[in-house]
């Protein structure tokens, strides 16, 4: 837009540049504010119950075959809190909110499954190992409970 130029003694000009001012200030306010609710918008869903399980669940899946067992720990005791969360609201929480936490809840317990799958693999080897000395101490146990029974 193009202010024309006007000397200081032409009162008429000197109202319209400031009247246009004005407008100006005003409309960008106006985008300013708007800017602001949509950014309390946004972190307001990344706060809400349905986010929280949304966060949690594809954080697991972005990053859970990388997670040690006490993250895997922390995550599930997160994911706990939140489950109790959804039992203590469930009745106030739309059905979109519960068709999303639901959706959440899937995704993160096939995540944890699949990665729990993959720890347990190495655990199970681990334990393979150990199988040996643990069958004979377990027979022992066994043959002595049988004995005091008299059988």
Do not use: H
Request: some cysteine; aromatic content about 8%; proline content about 3%.
């Amino acid at each position: 837009m193009i202010i024309p130029e006007f000397q200081t003694s032409d009162r008429k000009g000197m109202k319209f540049v400031r009247k246009l001012s004005i407008q100006t200030l005003k409309t960008m306010m106006k985008r300013i504010l708007l800017l602001a609710f949509a950014a309390l918008l946004v972190a307001a869903c990344a706060f809400s119950l349905p986010g929280k399980f949304t966060q949690l669940a594809d954080k697991a899946a972005a990053k859970g075959t990388d997670w040690s067992p006490k993250q895997w720990e922390n995550a599930n005791a997160q994911f706990e809190k939140l489950v109790q969360q959804y039992v203590d609201k469930y009745d106030k929480l739309s059905n979109d909110d519960k068709k999303e936490i639901n959706a959440a809840i899937g995704k993160y317990t096939a995540t944890a499954l699949k990665c729990g799958a993959a720890n347990g693999l190495k655990q199970i080897d681990e334990l393979l190992k150990k199988v040996p000395s643990a069958i004979d101490t377990a027979t022992e146990g066994v043959k002595g409970f049988l004995e005091e029974l008299g059988l």
